[in-house]
């Protein structure tokens, strides 16, 4: 059952790579239909955020008209990043199988493994990366749109 919604992702794949485009794509199944596929599209939309598996989700979520994703099943070309990971996760995905890994992808630097062990560390710890909350005096100066959100 898996691998023809595998050959779909690698079949779109092999269509945006003779299109100028980089060879990752990626379907969203949900009670055994497609209901999304994408391709990446990071260079020709100038988008680093452009993935097969986020631009899948954005339609699923339009096609469900809803961000909960639940029970939908991701199928990609190559092994997703962490964002897209971390996209699948908060849409509520809990399952994706893919053909290619990190691994097989390195020699053409398409891995994202050092993304992913970075991601792992403590945000202080991380390298080139500066992620700090403001000061509790300096949160003042601001309208605290939590509560805001919680009030409409």
């Known amino acids: 059952m898996h691998q023809k919604y595998l050959e779909e992702a690698v079949n779109i794949t092999v269509d945006n790579i003779k299109e100028g485009g980089r060879p990752f794509g990626a379907v969203i199944v949900k009670d055994g239909k497609i209901i999304a596929k994408a391709v990446n599209t990071m260079l020709y939309d100038q988008d680093p955020t452009a993935h097969a598996e986020m631009s899948a989700i954005r339609k699923a979520g339009k096609t469900l008209q809803s961000v909960d994703l639940s029970g939908c099943i991701v199928y990609a070309s190559g092994e997703p990043c962490p964002m897209c990971q971390a996209a699948m996760y908060m849409a509520g995905i809990r399952e994706a199988y893919f053909v290619f890994s990190n691994e097989d992808g390195?020699?053409?630097?398409?891995?994202?493994?050092?993304?992913?062990?970075?991601?792992?560390?403590?945000?202080?710890?991380?390298?080139?990366?500066?992620?700090?909350?403001?000061?509790?005096?300096?949160?003042g100066q601001y309208v605290d749109l939590y509560a805001l959100w919680d009030s409409q």
């Open 106 to 139: 390195a020699p053409y630097n398409l891995s994202t493994a050092v993304i992913a062990e970075e991601m792992k560390r403590n945000p202080d710890d991380r390298t080139g990366f500066t992620f700090k909350e403001v000061s509790k005096e300096d949160k």
